[in-house]
């Protein structure tokens, strides 16, 4: 028989992935969805994500959150594992969504409500009964955070097609982990971490424009900097920093995917 020394070494990898990553309980909400039964919900909804929503990692999985999980566009990116009982359709087993949109009204405002995708909503059931709870149009579902995994996918920062030299605006995708962002500061190029630029300081909060949005604007009529380093704060409070992530010479419109992700 194993002794409790040995057992206890076995299972520490995943006490300490649950320290890292916790998993919340179950709890009682709604689903309904919305666009094509077998598409991506919208174009890339409230958070800016675009055409990206139907591609990996999201592959249409995604939902839009009522405003206590869209918090303003602060939501964008946390993952959930959402499951039906309620009807005959239901497997029972949970699919994960990444909220990309917002639901701000009707249903999605009086509860714990998931607007899903059609590809997400149907594949809550069994196979071959997709279509049968879709139908259903409004369900009973159980609900959790989880964290989002997206193997081995690095976070992508995409330039706005409006940034010029003074003003830049940056959406950013694919956090691992958390998912979600409490906050974003850009370094400009010629700067190390524990030195100054010209404000005094070595990073500059962005503020968030709109959703998974955030913008900076030169603040003593030079042109900013490139390349652009970024420090993300997760939901939770990690700090990620993406090192010259947007190079020198870069384009609005472009997207820039970095070298690192959280740990999920």
Do not use: E
């Not at 666009?35 to 990206?52: F, L, T, V």
């Not at 995409?158 to 694919?174: E, R």
């Amino acid at each position: 028989m194993a002794s409790r020394g040995t057992l206890l070494f076995a299972a520490l990898p995943v006490i300490l992935s649950l320290l890292v990553n916790p998993i919340s309980c179950w709890s009682s909400g709604g689903a309904t969805w919305y666009g094509s039964p077998y598409g991506a919900g919208s174009d890339g909804g409230a958070c800016g994500y675009q055409g990206a929503v139907s591609q990996r990692p999201f592959k249409s999985m995604i939902a839009a959150g009522g405003p206590s999980f869209f918090k303003n566009g602060k939501g964008c990116g946390a993952c959930y594992q959402v499951k039906c009982t309620g009807n005959s359709a239901c497997s029972g087993r949970p699919v994960t969504v990444a909220i990309t949109d917002s639901c701000p009204d009707g249903i999605c405002a009086s509860q714990a409500h998931f607007d899903m995708s059609g590809t997400a909503f149907g594949a809550m059931a069994y196979r071959g009964k997709a279509d049968r709870l879709r139908s259903a149009g409004q369900l009973k579902i159980s609900y959790r955070r989880v964290p989002c995994k997206y193997n081995g996918m690095k976070i992508t920062f995409k330039v706005d097609a409006g940034s010029n030299p003074y003003y830049l605006a940056v959406l950013v995708m694919y956090q691992a982990g958390d998912g979600d962002l409490s906050a974003v500061d850009v370094m400009q190029g010629g700067c190390k971490a524990g030195q100054h630029d010209r404000s005094g300081k070595p990073w500059m909060r962005m503020q968030q424009s709109w959703g998974a949005t955030y913008i900076i604007n030169s603040n003593d009529g030079k042109p900013l900097r490139a390349p652009f380093s970024f420090r993300l704060t997760s939901g939770s409070g990690k700090v990620l920093i993406a090192t010259n992530a947007i190079p020198a010479g870069w384009s609005a419109g472009m997207s820039y995917r970095s070298s690192v992700n959280y740990r999920a």
